[in-house]
């Protein structure tokens, strides 16, 4: 095993070989290209490792923990098509993108990923302050789920009163909207309240959906 210090930077090969069973880790810095059939595992517990060249191993190790991730910085080319992701949870993630990898181009994705945490996924081209070139572990934004509403019967002048209820498991706070509402009604964007007056021509484009 190969473990960088923090500050300590390898200049004098061009190439480190990470041989089969072997890992290279730590919080320094690779001037050249990093390649072989073993692991690449940033940091000391939590750290960035820095390659210089191009990147390419068997296996990638990110720990996880509540607020911060380990990361790999690539100046080069991130070969991840035959390299297999694990992930490990130092403690339940609260963040929601913890960034594991930047690179200057990326070849393919990982060829498996194993302890990915529950409503989290993989983006391979997040956008983080202007340049897209990351990797990231995101939590996953699920869609809101709307109360289903049954049909309703009104006439002309009506005076119309309908709430709209919905729910996030992510607990994100909603903004209501609505399209092709009968003439006379609007929505409350804060709490989806359809109300007002019918139009007398809001019966021309019935029925609504």
């Known amino acids: 095993m190969l473990e960088l210090d923090s500050g300590v930077t390898i200049t004098s090969s061009p190439q480190v070989l990470i041989a089969a069973n072997a890992s290279l880790s730590g919080n320094g810095t690779i001037s050249g290209n990093v390649v072989g059939t073993g692991t690449i595992a940033p940091g000391q517990s939590i750290g960035t490792l820095a390659i210089g060249g191009d990147a390419q191993a068997d296996t990638l190790l990110i720990e996880v923990d509540a607020t911060e991730a380990d990361r790999i910085d690539v100046a080069g080319t ?93 607990g994100d706070s909603l903004t209501f909207s609505a399209s092709n509402l009968p003439s006379g009604l609007t929505i409350a964007s804060s709490t989806g309240l359809i109300s007002g007056t019918l139009a007398d021509d809001a019966s021309d484009a019935s029925p609504y959906s």
Do not use: C, R, W
């Open 78 to 170: 991130l070969d991840v098509s035959s390299m297999n992701l694990e992930i490990t949870n130092l403690a339940t993630p609260t963040q929601n993108t913890y960034i594991i990898a930047s690179y200057g181009n990326l070849t393919g994705t990982f060829a498996s990923i194993t302890g990915i945490p529950n409503d989290y996924e993989i983006l391979y081209s997040y956008d983080n302050s202007g340049s897209s070139n990351h990797i990231v572990l995101a939590k996953i934004n699920n869609a809101p789920v709307i109360t289903a509403i049954s049909d309703q019967t009104d006439t002309a002048k009506d005076v119309t009163s309908l709430s709209v209820s919905a729910s996030d498991s992510d």
